[in-house]
């Protein structure tokens, strides 16, 4: 078994685990690492450089994969790898550019939201380009006895539709962004408000800025305002980790319990690449 070292990264969550090689870790490392994972929610592996076989690899052994619902950035012979990248060959993107710009759990707007997230840092520009993640669960927990009340049994409705979400004021780089959207999104998806974690028994607040549109059975007028107070938590930087991405970094997300922002911020001609697998989780509840 190898010397597994796990260490905190912030007093809000995140902890560096040192002593592995993710490419090959025996079946109880690798259930000491899960185990963290549940705990502190992210994990960062530095020195890692798992091509995208192994980054694969090392994915399905948290479960099933979950494909993204947009082909077009699915690496071409490994096609469980989507590209976040700002590289432009050719005058074309060679991967998403500007992934999880807004916060957000990855595919809640699915019935079967992603359980964990896996990023395996490629390129790291000199500046900018950075990751944050806010603990949901901390979240939740420091929510006033009333608002607990107040959103108890209350189930969000989640939309990957942008032209549909008030809150997503930017440009994106679809030239016709209605008919993008209207395309490739799902049917809405209703997920509650606060959900379990299936492991850990843990509750965590369970909406976002970027997918949460609504809420079922609540007029606009009630609903937005109760949404704007649950994204407030978010600006309390005492819930939130923010990692600053070396070349080799593998870092892991229980998405359940946590969500998460790419800062942006890269200036051409400098790059950053990433490699993105997910795994497929539980119907929320
Ligand atoms: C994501 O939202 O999945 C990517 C986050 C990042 O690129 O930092």
């Not at 490419?23 to 502190?40: E, I, M, Q, S, Y």
């Not at 590289?87 to 710009?101: C, F, L, R, Y």
């Not at 107070?229 to 593998?250: I, K, M, S, T």
Request: net charge negative; glycine share 6%.
């Amino acid at each position: 078994m190898s010397q597994m070292v796990v260490t905190p990264l912030s007093d809000a969550l995140g902890a560096e685990v040192t002593g592995i090689d993710a490419a090959n870790l025996d079946d109880a490392t690798f259930g000491r690492l899960r185990d963290a994972l549940h705990d502190n929610i992210v994990l960062a592996v530095r020195g890692q450089a798992l091509d995208p076989a192994a980054q694969t690899d090392f994915t399905r052994r948290f479960g099933e994969i979950q494909y993204h619902i947009n082909s077009e950035y699915k690496m071409e012979d490994q096609p469980e790898v989507l590209i976040l990248s700002t590289e432009i060959i050719d005058g074309k993107n060679v991967g998403i550019p500007d992934a999880g710009s807004d916060w957000h759990s990855d595919h809640s707007y699915v019935d079967r939201p992603t359980a964990y997230t896996i990023l395996q840092s490629v390129i790291v520009p000199k500046v900018g380009g950075d990751t944050e993640w806010v603990n949901m669960v901390t979240a939740y927990e420091t929510l006033s006895d009333e608002m607990k009340a107040r959103i108890d049994g209350l189930i969000g409705i989640h939309s990957f539709n942008r032209t549909r979400n008030p809150r997503m004021k930017r440009p994106t780089r679809h030239q016709n962004e209605a008919e993008y959207y209207a395309e490739i999104s799902p049917p809405d998806a209703f997920h509650p408000i606060v959900r379990t974690h299936p492991a850990t028994g843990r509750k965590a607040l369970y909406v976002s800025p970027r997918f949460t549109i609504g809420i079922r059975d609540m007029i606009e007028a009630e609903a937005q305002p109760l949404l704007d107070e649950l994204f407030a938590q978010f600006a309390n930087r005492d819930l939130v980790y923010h990692h600053n991405w070396r070349p080799g970094d593998l870092v892991m997300w229980d998405n359940r319990q946590t969500l998460h922002l790419a800062c942006g911020g890269v200036i051409a001609p400098e790059v950053r690449r990433l490699h993105r697998t997910t795994v497929l989780g539980e119907i929320p509840f």
